[in-house]
């Protein structure tokens, strides 16, 4: 019972990010479609992921709103590479991690948003990050999957008990809602490291793609928001972003903010579930270690329905860009 109410959680964070936050684009910015070119990749890790090595399926592909792909049983690693025009550039570069409940991806928002910040002269990353696999490494019948030819009662539609801002601040902004399923737990630890060795080969890399290595910065999206989180909460030198940003995404992991903890931008709707919470306990974590945070709260009354925060996030998070001094106009 356990599990499939953790499938339950699950499946309702995925359903959140079908709500694109950039659904209504303003006419400066570009939309994803099915005639998008073929964009090039760099893989995060020079062999297989360190571990999942006895991950045994095989990556699956769907199409996702407007053509985007949703990817699932992300097995390796990789950078969708998003270059802005030589002359415009600014040699700023920001990777995107999608969101999908840390069970599969959609790269609608994260295309969208790449094709906005080259408009900006900014270099794009779309990390394509581990995710839980819809089986075991073994092989079997995923933890509270159905079985065949046995009818399944609907499950209610919830995700446990709402916790309180304080309740998740106590956590160290964990606004996890099964924060003890070890499965779902050591993938996001997964995905971390994902983003941490992408940030060590931009880094590595970066007079290749024409970006200053002192100006790279990860974003993400709902759970790909915790990703970003745990990447910025790293004291590996080499791994710590220069900036980070999450976008209706709370924290999955405990965080312990580390001394040169990178500047933050928050964006989120006001009663996003533990979503919204999680982002004001990020906040107090970001401030009580002394470090910079840009906190945006949008009334839902103004937003889409789904509640997701209002397509202007952008323009904000380019203005704090600017007032950093991380980007030069």
């Excluded at 606004?175 to 080969?201: C, F, S, T, W, Y």
Aim: glycine letters at 10%.
């Amino acid at each position: 019972m356990k599990k499939i109410l953790s499938l339950c959680a699950w499946g309702i964070l995925a359903a959140l990010t079908a709500f694109p936050a950039l659904a209504r684009n303003a006419p400066d910015r570009p939309s994803a479609n099915s005639a998008a070119p073929s964009r090039p990749t760099i893989p995060v890790w020079p062999g297989t992921a360190p571990g999942s090595e006895d991950w045994t399926h095989s990556e699956r592909v769907t199409e996702g709103p407007g053509g985007s792909k949703v990817y699932a049983n992300v097995v390796h690693p990789t950078l969708t590479v998003y270059l802005p025009e030589k002359a415009g550039a600014n040699r700023t570069a920001v990777i995107l991690c999608p969101g999908g409940a840390m069970r599969m991806l959609g790269f609608a928002e994260p295309e969208r948003t790449a094709e906005w910040l080259n408009s900006r002269g900014i270099a794009a990353f779309i990390l394509k990050y581990r995710v839980v696999p819809d089986a075991p490494a073994g092989g079997g019948r995923p933890p509270g999957a159905p079985r065949a030819g046995i009818p399944q009662r609907k499950m209610p539609m919830g995700m446990g008990k709402e916790l309180s801002f304080r309740e998740i601040l106590d956590r160290r902004g964990n606004a996890n809602p099964v924060p003890d399923d070890q499965e779902h737990l050591k993938v996001i630890r997964m995905a971390i490291a994902d983003g941490r060795q992408a940030i060590r080969i931009l880094r590595r890399d970066a007079a290749n793609y024409g970006i200053d290595p002192q100006r790279i910065g990860i974003l993400g999206f709902s759970a790909g928001g915790g990703v970003a989180i745990g990447t910025a909460a790293t004291e590996s030198p080499d791994a710590y972003p220069d900036f980070a940003a999450t976008i209706y995404g709370p924290s999955l992991v405990d965080v312990t903010v580390p001394p040169q903890g990178a500047p933050l931008f928050i964006a989120v709707m006001d009663a996003h579930f533990n979503v919204t919470n999680g982002c004001a306990a990020l906040f107090a974590l970001w401030k009580e270690a002394n470090r910079p945070v840009e906190f945006h709260v949008y009334d839902h009354g103004s937003g889409p329905a789904s509640g997701m925060p209002v397509a202007t996030w952008t323009d904000r998070l380019y203005d704090w860009l600017v007032a950093r001094k991380l980007v030069t106009e």
